[in-house]
């Protein structure tokens, strides 16, 4: 039984039709790395998963519980999405930590006001997470006094603190200056040690080709393929997916 | 007249300037919030209206409102509610003009509450669309994301030019005197056509100078403390 399950997602904006027709399936403790050209839908997909955005059509459940139904048009309760969004974390692309928290405020932030356990248990978990990125000096630190690379594992650290079972990547590593993207992977690299069931929106690779268990190559809104990495990058079927490559691997 | 007393005869005076300058930011301030939240209401006649309201405001002069909340009452219902008010706390020969400071007052504090609004607005809309979702993805509701995340960057960024509108606020209380309120440059007024003393009109300045010097350190002590986050 797959512990996630995306049925026939579709999403437009106005006219511009998103995402299609996006159906695929996770296992617990599967890396999913989503590839494909800007605009190709795969942030939207994210987002979709995060409820950040309603997908006009399709449903998404995790486990056995359905999450939702875009063809059911009674809007959710804020309750319910509220509900809905701790099965999944979030890391953005631009980290979003809150700029007036410390690091470790940072991290208990949610956990405190949504009352996860007491004060002292939630402050040993973000310290145990801390370390966990490799930045138990920072504790005290504000994020403007964090390099990129820093600020990530920290945005890291608090989806973490809300132990969601699926923890998903928006180009986390695209805003960072190339020497401290690896930092970022490694920490990432280190959850899938730990069987973690991870979504990664990427444009590294190398990254998705070897942490990765599955592959999904998004173009114009669908999956045109999708397959372990050997499949996708040593043998891709589709046209479009071997140009996307070309391109991505090109050395100079 | 010595200088003591002509010192203490303005001084009464700065403390009606006080008085309006306190009433309006205590109450005007607080007022701008839901203001500022109906301009960015979703729904539309709500926010056309109040974005009218707050055009008219601030465009009209702070002293022909106050001639209209002054004046407006006994010309329309033929209620002359504030001379009545100022009657009714007038003890002896002791004239008070309670009625017509209370005109003022809501005068200000409308006038104000709306000029608060814009710069509350401009904050809250200056605060990026990414930690509203930082903190939904977290599971944080609507409520607590404004409370606990938003509004200190909010108030960080409104600090400069709530500052300026609060210095100007202080000597924006002047204009009461257009209706017979006894605040400081009143008080000169009255030197100058009694005792033929110009010199306290212009000493007056000193005290609106000393205030705002009071004024710029305490602001500038607050800006400072949430210096210590950038966003």
């Known amino acids: 039984m797959a512990l996630l399950e995306v049925k026939n997602i579709q999403k437009n ?41 309603t997908p006009d059509k399709g449903t998404i459940s995790v486990g056995d519980k359905l999450l939702i139904d875009g063809a059911d048009k009674t809007t959710l309760k804020d309750e319910q999405i509220r509900e809905n969004r701790l099965h999944f974390g979030l890391v953005f692309q631009n980290f979003n930590l809150f700029p007036q928290y410390n690091v470790l405020q940072n991290i208990t932030l949610a956990p405190t006001l949504l009352k996860k356990g007491t004060t002292e248990e939630i402050e040993q978990n973000a310290l145990r997470l801390i370390d966990q990125v490799g930045l138990s000096e920072k504790i005290k630190a504000y994020p403007c006094e964090l390099s990129g690379g820093q600020q990530q594992r920290v945005a890291i650290a608090r989806a973490l603190a809300m132990e969601p079972e699926i923890l998903c990547f928006d180009e986390p590593t695209s805003a960072l200056d190339p020497e401290l993207t690896g930092e970022v992977l490694r920490v990432i690299k280190g959850l899938k040690n730990e069987n973690s069931t991870m979504i990664v929106v990427t444009h590294e690779m190398e990254f998705a080709k070897n942490v990765a268990d599955k592959v999904i190559f998004m173009a114009d809104g669908i999956i045109e393929e999708i397959g372990t990495p050997e499949q996708i990058f040593e043998n891709p079927q589709s046209e479009k997916t071997r140009t996307f490559l070309q391109n991505s691997l090109e050395s100079f | 007249m010595s200088f003591l007393e002509i010192f203490a005869f303005l001084l009464d005076g700065f403390k009606i300037s006080l008085l309006i300058f306190a009433v309006t930011l205590l109450c005007g301030a607080p007022l701008g919030l839901p203001i500022a939240f109906c301009s960015m209401s979703r729904f539309k006649p709500i926010r056309f209206i109040t974005k009218v309201f707050v055009w008219i405001i601030r465009g009209v002069p702070l002293m022909l409102q106050i001639f209209i909340i002054y004046y407006v009452p006994s010309l329309l219902f033929g209620l002359d509610i504030w001379k009545r008010v100022n009657l009714y706390f007038t003890t002896g020969n002791q004239l008070s003009y309670a009625g017509s400071v209370i005109a003022v007052l809501i005068a200000f504090i409308i006038n104000y509450a709306c000029y608060f609004s814009e710069i509350y607005r401009g904050g809250i809309e200056s605060i990026s669309k990414g930690q509203y979702e930082a903190g939904y993805v977290l599971g944080l509701s609507k409520n607590q994301v404004f409370k606990n995340i938003v509004l200190k960057q909010v108030i960080k960024r409104i600090v400069p030019p709530m500052s300026n509108e609060i210095i100007t606020l202080i000597k924006d209380t002047a204009l009461a005197n257009c209706i017979m309120v006894g605040e400081i440059i009143y008080k000169a ?33 607050v800006e400072k403390n949430l210096n210590y986050f950038r966003s």
């Not at chain 1, 998103?18 to 617990?28: G, H």
């Not at chain 2, 009694?194 to 500038?220: H, N």
């Open chain 1, 13 to 53: 904006f106005g006219k511009t039709e998103v995402l299609k027709d996006i159906s695929f399936s996770l296992e617990k403790g599967e890396v999913l790395a989503i590839i494909g050209s800007s605009g190709s839908g795969k942030t939207t997909l994210l987002r979709c998963l995060n409820f950040l955005e």
């Open chain 2, 189 to 221: 007024n009255v030197l100058a056509a009694d005792k033929a003393l110009i010199w306290p009109l212009f000493f007056t300045g000193v005290f609106y100078l000393v205030f705002v010097g009071l004024l710029t350190i305490v602001l500038g002590k």
